[in-house]
């Protein structure tokens, strides 16, 4: 019981181990410092997502417009500073309407009580078009050289990208673990009428929990644009899977209320070799997409059967009471 309590509790180490040993040896480039720099790299900006998701998922819901908020944020950005705006404020248009966003699919979730699901796939859908419209269907340059620093500059050998990510999940960690607010969240996911009666705005609760994701996800894609330099009307498309695939993979409970943020980096980083691994082996993009999905399927399959664990032992715990 306690081999088995042990390897529960380790299980996503042993993952993350079990696949850097296996591409260490399908390939003698994967197990380099550069690439284990380029593979940090490359998850910043699925991670700065992820710390969003994570909180939506927490309340029992789901954001599938993180991608195209992704995409229409930086469109913004990168459109403001080819009229002349500067950087810094275009920057904070691209955030501010991240934020908004998030309100968006607050106020229909909360204000309307549209299903989380269909609002943000909506949202999804609009803002892919708006994303359209703003770059005309092309990508958008920026000749701003200083603005590169933000998606490919480093402090040492530390990527900018990883050290926004790693400031991400620190308010991540503070806000869900160290207040009042964190505890409303879970709340949320465990019992939304128990929170309600407790005295909680749970509507405030979600609504703010909407607005850090959709802010998370502009600020990912600032980081997409610099790390370019160019907006792509495209940029964030299929995102929302791997970033929720991430989420749950770090044991994230599907149907909110269970989870540490903590153990969400490791879900990222996962994701992260996992790709990384599959394209230094030169595995055809659809069975990477095959990949993928399974993954997901996996870990979602994880995540309702630990539900189950729960439920039971719960039972079972009053039945013997």
Do not use: C
């Not at 850097?20 to 480039?29: Q, R, Y």
């Not at 609504?207 to 495209?234: C, D, E, K, N, W």
């Amino acid at each position: 019981m306690k081999l088995t309590n042990f390897l529960s509790k380790y299980a996503l180490y042993f993952i993350l181990l079990a696949l850097i040993v296996f591409f260490s040896a399908m390939s003698d480039h994967f197990f380099t410092p550069q690439n284990a720099i380029t593979i940090t790299r490359q998850v910043a900006i699925t991670g700065i997502i992820a710390v969003g998701m994570t909180m939506v998922i927490l309340t029992g819901g789901i954001d599938l417009s993180v991608g195209s908020t992704l995409a229409v944020s930086a469109a913004t950005a990168a459109w403001l500073m080819r009229a002349g705006i500067h950087p810094v404020l275009a920057t904070l248009v691209a955030l501010l309407l991240g934020l908004v966003f998030g309100l968006i699919n607050g106020f229909f979730i909360n204000k309307i009580s549209l299903p989380t699901l269909i609002t943000t796939l909506g949202m999804m859908t609009a803002l892919r078009g708006v994303a359209m419209l703003i770059t005309d269907g092309r990508g958008l340059g920026v000749q701003i050289g200083g603005y590169r620093v933000i998606g490919q500059g480093n402090v040492g050998f530390i990527p900018v990208p990883v050290i926004i990510m790693v400031a991400v999940f620190v308010i991540g960690y503070i806000l869900l673990e160290k207040t009042k607010f964190g505890r409303y969240v879970y709340g949320l996911g465990d019992n939304v009428e128990a929170t309600r009666l407790s005295g909680v705005n749970v509507k405030k609760v979600s609504y703010a929990v909407y607005a850090f994701s959709g802010l998370a996800s502009a600020l990912a894609g600032i980081v997409f644009l610099s790390r370019l330099m160019s907006a792509q009307p495209t940029a964030g498309t299929g995102y929302e899977l791997e970033v929720i695939t991430a989420v749950v993979l770090g044991g994230v409970s599907i149907m909110g209320g269970e989870g540490k943020i903590s153990l969400v980096v490791i879900g990222v980083l996962i994701m992260g070799v996992l790709e990384n691994g599959m394209i230094h082996m030169n595995v055809p993009p659809f069975y990477q997409w095959i990949v993928r999905g399974s993954v997901l399927l996996l870990a979602v399959s994880y995540s309702k059967l630990m539900e189950k664990r729960r439920n039971a032992a719960l039972t079972q715990g009053v039945v013997q009471k």
